[in-house]
């Protein structure tokens, strides 16, 4: 049972910030590691993490349930991140690199992009490199733990399309791991 | 075991290697949670006194956004550089006013001072302003812009607000009075509104203090615009209106009230922290519990004392709290508090409040030695300090009623006037 689902029967005067302070502590994690596979950016993951809790904050009284605690606000955590993609900010930022592309600030912003998009492991790292649709399915399943049936309402697709998506992504990522890629 | 059930293990582990929800960022949050909560209250209030106003149906922001042309004036905002007094007038140099008589235009349709949204058109005007532009704002829940184009002289009173505001942080903003209140069409929602709150926008370069003002300024000013958008949409109520100034005409200021009185609100919360009457060389494992409440008490104390509060802080204020800080921590907590719960910032010091992190709100349900190994280590202990100081430390894990119950708290004691104050201390949730 999930140990949040008294927040949906919250009502009244409740001391909010430790609702959100306890959420931090059960979820924080999960909200800025899912951030970070979309973005790719440690900041923008920070960023995002603090605007998805201010969102709950803002949100406690509204979520009544639907979905487990962790499933809502890790779909809170995703919409942010989409938001953030669509902004003209993250456009900017994306496409300096390209403009500085035989300079020296560009091996040096390169040197820095790349220190961000580090990952964990080699795994992390070609799960990283998969398209968004297969690469949230694969770190919903695999990170986070949620079942089919919580990543299709997450996604807001059919369940089967979840499964189709997991076995293609599980397929491109035995494929990279046969093609022996080499990962320095 | 299937093959991507190996390789997905790895998933578990966290991505990123060094980075991740860390501890100074969950700081971070909680701090804007503090400064949320205050926002969020004062929200509710302006909803509550807009729904009344607009009879309990819609709750409107309308947000004028100049639109204007690079044309020359006195004081051209950016263009010169000379800076406001505190009382300059420049009547003489004014320009810009629309006094040629319109020429009658049959195809031009004019429109009422509270126009409709839904039929305002491109071409529109109204005592010599054009509709120039009509445009959703896609930010906004069936938001809409509506631009105008004209020179216009409006006055009324300006504050230019400290970066940290809730509202506006670093802006200037400007209030009609209610004679150019009448001088600019509205959308008809905004009709019977007492008040007309705009941002002085300005351009690249052009720098507001030394047109308005340092940061707290606030004043009497009149200037001359050239255009503005009219923005219209559901919103939260409270917020204010950005506007572009093309010229300052005349402009009087008062200064920041930066702290040259004490300001009794902020002292006058500050009530005393209560006793702690413990003899730790006679530590007995139920003074545990004492020693909680102590905690939780010198707790809430601090927070009850310590509320956010924008205002800027006169200095001996900010010591008044330093010395009441020291009725129970050592003198090193004390500066370490300050800096982070009364921190120098835009034009001052500030109280910004929050949560101590002492010991959890919850309640207490138990309080356990830490495990240490194979013992269990004690809940009270002595230490002897490299300067050869003895401390005390409560180190302890407890259990309180919350989804994340256990936790530890380590609270170091040190000896100062006689008596026993808080050093350092640190709780951490168990996940």
């Known amino acids: 049972m999930d140990e949040f689902e008294y927040i949906k029967h919250l009502g009244g005067e409740y001391d909010r910030r430790q609702v959100v302070r306890d ?62 993609r669509k902004s003209a900010f993250w456009r900017k930022v994306k496409l300096v690199p390209h403009m500085f592309e035989h300079s020296k600030q560009y091996s040096e912003s ?17 799960t990283l490199k998969l398209s968004a649709k297969y690469r949230e399915v694969l770190v919903l399943s695999a990170h986070h733990h949620l079942s089919n049936a919580e990543i299709a309402e ?29 990962y320095a | 075991m299937r093959n991507h059930e190996t390789w997905e293990k790895q998933l578990e582990e966290s991505p990123h290697p060094n980075r991740g929800f860390s501890k100074r960022l969950e700081q971070q949050i909680e701090e804007q949670l503090v400064k949320h909560q205050s926002l969020r209250f004062r929200r509710k209030t302006a909803m509550r006194m807009l729904s009344g106003f607009a009879g309990g149906v819609v709750i409107l922001a309308i947000v004028f956004v100049m639109i204007f042309s690079d044309l020359p004036g006195s004081l051209k905002l950016g263009g010169n550089d000379k800076q406001p007094t505190d009382s300059v007038n420049l009547d003489e140099d004014r320009r810009g006013q629309n006094d040629d008589p319109v020429e009658p235009d049959e195809n031009v349709r004019t429109i009422d001072r509270f126009f409709n949204i839904e039929t305002v058109q491109v071409g529109d005007t109204y005592d010599g302003l054009t509709v120039t532009e009509i445009q959703s704002a896609e930010r906004f829940l069936d938001g809409t812009t509506v631009t105008f184009e004209g020179n216009v002289t409006l006055s009324g009173t300006f504050k230019h607000y400290y970066i ?18 009448e001088k600019l069409p509205m959308p008809d929602l905004y009709e019977g509104m007492n008040q007309l709150q705009f941002v002085l926008n300005l351009d690249e370069g052009e720098n507001a203090e030394e047109l308005f003002g340092p940061r707290g300024t606030s004043g009497e000013i009149e200037i001359n615009i050239s255009g503005y958008s009219a923005f219209v949409a559901e919103a939260w109520g409270g917020t204010v209106n950005p506007m572009i100034v093309e ?39 139920e003074d545990a519990w004492t020693l909680a409440e102590w905690l939780a008490s010198v707790q ?30 050592s003198e090193s907590m004390t500066g370490r508090l300050l800096d982070v719960y009364v921190p120098e910032t835009d034009g001052g010091y500030i109280v910004a409040g929050g949560y101590l992190g002492l010991i959890p709100v919850e309640e207490l349900l138990a309080i356990e030695p830490r495990n240490d190994g194979e013992s269990k280590a004690p809940l009270m202990r002595s230490e002897t300090t490299e ?17 994340v119950p256990w936790h530890t708290i380590e609270v170091t004691f040190s000896k100062e006037d006689d008596r026993w104050v808080i ?7 168990i996940r």
Not at chain 2, 387 to 403: I, L, M, R, Y
């Open chain 2, 247 to 285: 010229e300052i005409v005349s402009i009087e200021t008062i200064p920041p009230d930066h702290p040259d009185k004490l300001n009794s609100d902020a002292t006058e919360r500050l009530n005393s922290y209560p006793q702690l009457e413990l003899d730790f060389s006679e530590w007995l494992e």
């Open chain 2, 164 to 181: 940290d505001a809730n509202y506006n942080p670093g802006d200037v903003v400007f209030s009609l009075d209610e004679a150019s209140m």
């Open chain 1, 154 to 182: 997450l996604l807001q697709i059919a369940e089967g399309t979840v499964k189709t998506r997991l076995h293609r992504a599980r397929l491109k990522m035995q494929e990279q791991l046969q093609r022996g890629e080499t």
């Open chain 2, 300 to 329: 809430q104390t601090f927070m009850d004392g310590a509320i956010f509060d924008e205002r800027r802080l006169h200095p001996d204020d900010r010591e008044a709290i330093a010395e009441w800080m020291r009725q129970v921590f």
């Open chain 2, 387 to 403: 300067a050869g100081e003895e401390v005390w430390v409560f180190d302890a894990k407890v259990n309180v009623a919350s989804p």
């Open chain 1, 23 to 84: 959420l931090m502590a059960a979820y924080g994690k999960d909200v800025w590691n899912f951030a970070y596979s979309i973005v790719q950016k440690p900041d923008a993951a920070d960023d995002i993490s603090q605007n998805v809790f201010l969102k709950v904050f803002e949100k406690l009284d509204t979520y009544r349930g639907g979905s487990t605690v962790k499933t809502w606000i890790l779909s809170i955590t995703r919409n942010e991140a989409y938001d953030l």
């Open chain 1, 110 to 126: 390169a040197e820095h992009a790349a220190l961000d998009r580090a990952a964990a492991n080699q795994i992390w790292e070609l």
């Open chain 2, 423 to 429: 050093e350092n201390f640190s709780l951490q949730q």
